[in-house]
């Protein structure tokens, strides 16, 4: 096998794999089930050991474990090219720093996306990036409708537009800011898209009430004490009358929005009545 030709290497994965019958009791953090139908996060990165991460805290976590998703990681190190590897070369036309090369993230790509379909409806395939549309609500509840979402994290200057062009690939951004790679965006991205998922959350009724999930912010929250250091919950929130409870959230929601986001409050006013 020559040096630009390495040996595939696995995914490695988080979450439920395989079931099997065995006498011998199992430690269910090696040994991991599979869960027909369980959404699937497939992330290309040079830092494969950046996951989890913070996905594996909390619900995510826990959802994570019971199979309700998985999360599969591809080593872009290993398709690189020579003796060491590398994965990036010099612009072309020069320029400051390296460029991610076609060739070796392609390997990657043909390795990661294996099984899935190819229909990019299905399952989406998106490379974290400055100059991609900006990640919103609205896009990580269009992901998490998908049977799964592949995400291939840029480092140094990016990657070859060859590359973007070939595949069909999707560029996301985080927001209006550069990181020094997509690891932290991608875990972003997937924790606001994995919330979304049937079973995830123990209330639905939350991811209807949050913020941007009908295109406003959300209202103010309280609790416990009804008094604190001087300042005390709205009376309206301790009537007990539900409608007017609602009324005043929804005003709230509105005010907050117009004098926080224009942006946002411009978008719903010019919405139709009957989709606010």
């Known amino acids: 096998m020559s040096e630009t030709e390495p040996p595939t290497p696995a995914a490695k994965s988080h979450g439920r794999l395989s079931m099997r019958p065995t006498l011998k009791p199992r430690d269910l ?27 594996g805290q909390s619900l995510t976590g ?19 090219e020579g003796k060491h590897r590398n994965v990036d070369d010099t612009p072309a036309g020069g320029g400051a720093g390296m460029v991610l090369r076609a060739d070796v993230v392609d390997r990657a ?16 395939l998106v490379y974290l990036s400055p100059r991609g549309q900006r990640f919103d609500q609205a896009m990580a509840r269009r992901f998490s409708r998908c049977e799964g979402l592949t995400m291939l994290c840029g480092r140094f200057e990016g990657v070859d537009q060859r590359l973007l062009d070939h595949h069909q690939i999707e560029e996301v951004s985080l927001g209006d800011f550069v990181l020094t790679g997509g690891e932290i965006a991608a875990q972003a991205m997937l924790d606001a898209t994995v919330r979304l998922l049937p079973g995830v959350l123990g209330n639905a009724e939350s991811i209807e009430e949050e913020s941007h999930s009908n295109g406003l912010l959300e209202h103010p929250q309280y609790t416990k004490p009804p008094v604190w250091e001087g300042h005390e919950i709205p009376a309206v929130l301790l009537s007990g009358n539900h409608a007017e409870i609602a009324k005043w959230r929804r005003a ?23 989709r606010r």
Request: charged letters at 25%.
């Open 29 to 55: 953090m090696e040994e991991a089930r599979l869960v027909r139908g369980a959404w699937v996060a497939r992330i290309i990165t040079l830092f494969p050991d950046a996951f989890p991460g913070v996905l």
């Open 252 to 274: 709230q929601s509105e005010a907050i929005t117009a004098t926080r986001r224009p942006d946002l409050w411009a978008a719903h006013q010019a919405r139709p009545k009957a």
């Open 109 to 124: 790509i043909h390795t990661a996306m294996s099984g899935a379909p190819m229909d990019r409806a299905r399952w989406p």
């Open 62 to 80: 826990k959802a994570l474990d019971l199979g309700l998703w998985r999360l599969e990681t591809t080593d872009l190190r290993p398709f690189g």
